[in-house]
């Protein structure tokens, strides 16, 4: 049995957790997949049957910025002891300084870095340096990949796996089931409408086209997604033939239930509707950080797999939402986007690397670049604990450096329930549970993952007191 721990950032949406849920399930359970994640969405991915532990992401107003990457490592270093875990594979973008202290430090424990590509042709390449914090680094492949021109498309030390998705894990309901599961009418054509979380750039414009112009044809009924992440979306609209779906999770396995989709085009969305066989207008959107979602939506739609527009664009949105209305050209593109099924094989791909390489892993000396760069972060951590949240961040502006999350050492109570008093420090919630509700709070949140051992308890109330102002 391998003791694999699936560490995700916490992103903008679901794409990282979801990977490492796939990934999680690929496993199987042969083996021993446990999840470390800072997304709040972790109580979804949980209820996959996995198990998992949250902690909190460098947005946390609890914690001192200049802190954190040290409360990540020894949050990080704390959870392989006591899962006794042989590899760390961390999906997400930002390969925090927090991990490569992590890694330096255990040099026993493999570290992998799952990173997809497709990332903007003018993302900083910062990120890509710290590839040294791993001793490698996955990169599983895009339907459109070919068409990838950012800096992850050329590097030569990656191995690449087929394209990650839970529909190669998660068993789709048939079409009936899907409609009763989800409240939808049992008859007739049913139009799915998802376009992410909207923690980048809007979703309520281009879902207000979407809706409107779908509604043109009496033959739709229209499903419009809320994810549990999201935090702004597309209006409700008031029509009879609208129906709002809250904290669906997984949609792979409720996709039987669509005739066409409306989607953003972020990863995860390309790779479930594509392989599923639904007609899909992808809008992409434009303000993400560095993944490429014009690039991905627009080569899809030359390959014949789905529609294109940007969120930039309404006009396009609503003229390209109208062809799906042609039954012949949703023929087309549900016949070619099937074919695709056969190749979303990542998620087992994957596990099969990892629990081949960690039998013959022999830990490799960090290099020098790697090297200089934890000291200068511990030399920076240093310095910004003399000189205060508030002066260190005077300094970034006179250097025209962007702030830090505003994240400050905040007077706690360690508590077991979520109420907070009107006066007094705030009640940090330490639990065993992991819920939706613990999620939305906005009160501090130290997880422990159920079923672990009394010292490791006692472990994370130490690391508590060190990075939380504690009023006993």
Do not use: C
């Not at 949406?13 to 021993?32: F, P």
């Not at 875990?85 to 040099?107: C, H, K, M, N, W």
């Amino acid at each position: 049995m391998t003791r694999v721990l699936l560490a995700t950032s916490n992103g903008t949406g679901m794409g990282h957790l979801t990977r490492q849920a796939a990934v999680g399930l690929a496993l199987g359970g042969e083996h021993r997949p446990t999840l470390f994640s800072l997304s709040v969405g972790l109580p979804l991915a949980v209820g996959l049957g996995l198990e998992g532990e949250y902690v909190p992401s460098y947005h946390s107003p609890f914690i001192a910025a200049r802190a954190w990457n040290g409360y990540l490592r020894d949050r990080l270093l704390a959870i392989i002891e006591e899962t006794g875990s042989e590899v760390v594979l961390f999906d997400g973008v930002a390969a925090y300084p927090g991990i490569g202290q992590a890694s330096s430090t255990r040099r026993d424990v493999a570290f992998i870095w799952l990173r997809r590509g497709m990332w903007k042709r003018e993302a900083s390449t910062k990120q890509i340096r710290r590839s040294g914090y791993f001793d490698t680094v996955i990169e599983p492949r895009d339907l459109a990949g070919d068409a990838d021109v950012g800096p992850t498309a050329h590097e030569r030390d990656v191995t690449r796996v087929a394209p990650i998705s839970l529909v190669e894990v998660v068993e789709a309901l048939p079409r009936a089931e899907a409609r009763r599961a989800l409240g939808l009418p049992p008859d007739g054509e049913v139009a799915l409408l998802t376009l992410g979380s909207g923690r980048l750039g809007d979703v309520a414009g281009p879902g207000q086209v979407a809706i409107t112009t779908l509604l043109e044809s009496s033959n739709h009924h229209v499903a419009v997604t809320r994810p549990a992440v999201a935090r702004n979306e597309v209006p409700d609209a008031a029509a009879e033939r609208v129906t709002l779906i809250r904290d669906v999770y997984p949609l792979a396995r409720y996709l039987g239930a669509f005739d066409l989709a409306i989607s953003s085009a972020g990863y995860n969305a390309a790779h479930e509707l594509v392989p599923s066989g639904i007609p899909t207008l992808f809008v992409a959107n434009t303000s993400t950080r560095t993944d490429d979602q014009e690039t991905r939506s627009r080569r899809l739609a030359e390959l014949g797999l789905g529609l294109f527009a940007t969120d930039t664009d309404p006009a396009r949105v609503g003229s390209e939402a109208r062809r799906l209305f042609d039954p012949s050209l949703r023929d087309e593109i549900s016949a070619r986007a099937s074919a695709t099924r056969n190749e979303i094989t990542g998620a087992s791909e994957t596990a099969r690397f990892i629990t081949d390489f960690v039998p013959g892993f022999t830990p490799r000396r960090p290099s020098l670049s790697v090297a200089l760069a934890e000291r200068s972060q511990r030399a920076k951590d240093a310095i910004k604990e003399v000189l205060g949240d508030k002066r260190t961040e005077q300094l970034k502006r006179l250097l025209g450096r962007q702030p830090s999350p505003v994240g400050q050492r905040s007077e706690v109570r360690i508590a077991d329930q979520l109420t907070a008093e009107a006066d007094g420090p705030l009640p940090l919630l330490l639990t065993s549970e992991l819920t939706e509700e613990t999620m939305r709070a906005e009160l501090p949140v130290e997880h422990i993952l159920p079923g672990t051992s009394q010292a490791y308890r006692e472990r994370r109330l130490d690391l508590i007191h060190n990075y939380y102002d504690v009023v006993e």
